[in-house]
């Protein structure tokens, strides 16, 4: 049977105001031992982040998000195991390339830019010229206003084509296209409904031919179905099995990299998942480096 390939990507927020965990690692060794934790747990991946994307959140001034994200990804690459490529890859999760130049510096392999290279003109050619991996997200408008009333005639084919223009952007700019992944940016300008399009049709967005990333972890819209009867959303607490859920659907369409909080659940989950399924499909590959 031949396996299925996939990457678990941990979230490790430095920041006081993260939806679901914010406040709890603001310190950087409290951050740090965090991030060993998710690697024990099985994370092959990093995602360090200094400043929230939730709906509303307020921007974070770039001294403090350096001063955040910085020493926890020293603290990180130091405890690395020496393999080769060290093992976890760090992502740094910005839109401001000065910030992902000095998370490059200290040890990190991957940019997360939810804005897709669209608010650094910088952004791209640092990427370009470290050879690093980078993630290009869909997301409508900014984080202050999306989830004030999205709208899309056909939300897949929207994400599709803007992956689309977003990457051959890149590729323009002198990014490597085999180290761009993609997303579909769940929660990020999208209603309940636009979320379960995109997930039962992620499928689709595998014709761009790159390893497709989905962030369900503990998301809004997971709580919005577990509503209690009064309308009231899930709390964060109670979303685990939906974040299950729907990452071993995503898996089952062809998703690849897996970004969650609560790695081990769902390490387990789609470890079985995966052999259940077999080789039904496989992945274009994402091979790691330093
Ligand atoms: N979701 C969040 C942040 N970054 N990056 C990618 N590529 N995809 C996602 O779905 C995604 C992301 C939001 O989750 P979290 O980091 O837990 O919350 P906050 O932005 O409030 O820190």
Request: glycine share 10%; charged share 25%; proline share 7%.
């Amino acid at each position: 049977m031949s396996s299925l390939s996939y990457r678990l990507m941990g979230v490790v927020n430095v920041t006081p105001d993260s939806f679901s965990d914010g406040g709890l690692f603001l310190d950087a060794q409290a951050a740090i031992a965090h991030a060993r934790e998710l690697v024990r747990e099985g994370a092959d991946i990093l995602d360090v982040g200094g400043e929230s994307t939730r709906p509303g959140a307020e921007p974070v001034p770039t001294a403090e998000e350096l001063r955040r994200v910085v020493p926890v990804i020293e603290g990180i690459a130091r405890d690395r195991t020496p393999s080769d490529p060290p093992r976890p890859q760090i992502s740094v999760d910005t839109s401001k390339a000065v910030v992902a130049r000095a998370a490059l510096q200290a040890g990190a392999s991957f940019v997360n830019d939810v804005s897709a290279l669209r608010a650094d003109p910088e952004m791209a050619g640092l990427v370009a010229d470290s050879g690093c991996y980078c993630c290009l997200m869909h997301m409508l408008g900014e984080p202050r206003t999306m989830q004030a009333g999205p709208r899309y005639d056909d939300v897949v084919d929207e994400v599709r084509s803007f992956l689309e223009e977003r990457m051959a952007f890149a590729v323009s700019e002198g990014v490597d296209e085999r180290r761009i992944v993609l997303d579909p940016g769940i929660g990020f300008g999208k209603t309940l409904e636009h979320n379960l399009e995109l997930l039962r049709r992620l499928d689709e967005l595998l014709e761009l031919g790159r390893p497709l990333l989905v962030g369900t972890s503990r998301k809004s819209f997971i709580g919005g179905l577990l509503a209690a009867a009064d309308g009231e959303p899930a709390p964060v607490s109670r979303r685990l099995p939906g974040t299950i859920a729907t990452n071993v659907l995503a898996l089952q369409r062809g998703a690849s990299v897996f970004r969650v909080h609560d790695v081990g659940p769902v390490r387990d989950a789609l470890a079985v998942a995966a052999a259940t399924l077999g080789g039904r499909w496989s992945p274009p590959s994402m091979t790691p480096t330093s």
